[in-house]
Nanobody, 127 residues
Framework: QVQLVESGGGLVQAGGSLRLSCAASGGTFSKYAMGWFRQAPGKERRFVAAIARSGGTTYYAGSVKGRFTISRDNAKNTVYLQMNSLKPEDTAVYYC????????????????????WGQGTQVTVSS
């Protein structure tokens, strides 16, 4: 059983930056591809970014590509999401998720592929 705890959310003005962290425990972190998803009020949870087990492959939703960067530190069992040039439409609860995989370079943007989820952290971007 893997536990995931997000942190780093908050209130920021448009154009600002935030860095989210997700600390994992209870499993072998390097066996999991990791993803970030977000859910705005009244909307479905949507894919934001994913990173393969080794960290060598990343993938982004089109709406955040070029502004957000996902990274991981397997020694610290932590995945990060650096968010720059934030927009009001980025306002949402952000969730990290873990996807147990056999392949080191694989990842998924499919919500149902993920096995474990954190509780979420609120990000609010004011205009």
């Amino acid at each position: 059983q893997v536990q995931l705890v997000e942190s780093g959310g908050g209130l920021v003005q448009a154009g600002g930056s935030l860095r989210l962290s997700c600390a994992a425990s209870g499993g072998t972190f390097s066996k999991y591809a990791m993803g970030w998803f977000r859910q705005a009020p009244g909307k479905e949870r949507r894919f934001v970014a994913a990173i393969a087990r080794s960290g060598g492959t990343t993938y982004y939703a089109g709406s955040v590509k070029g502004r957000f960067t996902i990274s991981r530190d397997n020694a610290k069992n932590t995945v990060y999401l650096q968010m720059n040039s934030l927009k009001p439409e980025d306002t949402a609860v952000y969730y990290c998720a873990a996807d147990l995989r056999n392949d080191e370079q694989g990842y998924s943007d499919w919500l149902e592929a993920y096995d474990y989820w954190g509780q979420g952290t609120q990000v609010t971007v004011s205009s």
